[in-house]
T-cell receptor, first 112, second 114 residues
Framework: SQQGEEDPQALSIQEGENATMNCSYK?????LQWYRQNSGRGLVHLIL?????REKHSGRLRVTLDTSKKSSSLLITASRAADTASYFC????????????FGSGTRLQVQP | DAGVIQSPRHEVTEMGQEVTLRCKPI?????LFWYRQTMMRGLELLIY????????DSGMPEDRFSAKMPNASFSTLKIQPSEPRDSAVYFC????????????FGSGTQLSVL
């Protein structure tokens, strides 16, 4: 089963608004990553947050991690039409395997 | 750097045929992953290699699937015989270490089995 689950499944906003996506996971992790996928393309790594970090910023992206609640959020500020994509959280697999398991994703539509 | 290169981009085949998907990881990366993406099941790990050695193939659906990595710059995923339920987008990804950080994905192969 998937380790991470995103919420909401789909989100539609206007350009300039902020977009917040949430991710919940099941087991202890040493890091959590967020990826973006444009339609018909592969996933692109956005940001990684380690288990001893609570918040991280990268440009218009802000990621938080709450290990006590096993949850993370991705905030995109001042969204642009070009941010339209699917966003996935990813965590190390629960059996110690050195690979990532991905959530079901949030489809973000930014209306111009 | 050209990134992870997958071929073909699209493959349409008939049930029962053999399908071979190819991947060239980023030079210097020593871990390679094959994922499958469908609407119903999302992204699933099929197999991954570290230093050309298969480490975990527990995600391979069944014996019809096989993967090889004969050298550091090439990997194949083969389906024989193919079935309609194998229709999906197959992604290859690579990373510089096996510490599950920052995977680089190819553009994927869209497989349709009729």
């Amino acid at each position: 089963s998937q380790q991470g689950e995103e919420d909401p499944q789909a989100l539609s906003i206007q350009e300039g608004e902020n977009a917040t996506m949430n991710c919940s996971y099941k087991t202890s992790i040493n890091n959590l990553q967020w990826y973006r996928q444009n339609s018909g393309r592969g996933l692109v790594h956005l940001i990684l947050i380690r288990s001893n970090e609570r918040e991280k910023h990268s440009g218009r992206l802000r990621v938080t991690l709450d290990t006590s609640k096993k949850s993370s959020s991705l905030l995109i500020t001042a969204s642009r039409a070009a941010d339209t994509a699917s966003y996935f959280c990813a965590t190390p697999m629960d059996t110690g395997r050195r690979a990532l398991t991905f959530g079901s994703g949030t489809r973000l539509q930014v209306q111009p | 750097d050209a990134g992870v290169i997958q071929s073909p981009r699209h493959e349409v085949t008939e049930m029962g045929q053999e399908v071979t998907l190819r991947c060239k990881p980023i030079s210097g990366h020593n871990s390679l992953f094959w994922y499958r993406q469908t609407m119903m099941r999302g992204l699933e790990l099929l197999i991954y290699f570290n230093n050309n050695v298969p480490i975990d193939d527990s995600g391979m659906p069944e014996d019809r699937f096989s993967a090889k990595m004969p050298n550091a710059s090439f990997s194949t995923l083969k389906i024989q015989p193919s079935e309609p339920r194998d229709s999906a987008v197959y992604f290859c990804a690579s990373t510089v270490t096996a510490t599950n950080e920052k995977l680089f994905f190819g553009s994927g192969t869209q497989l349709s089995v009729l």
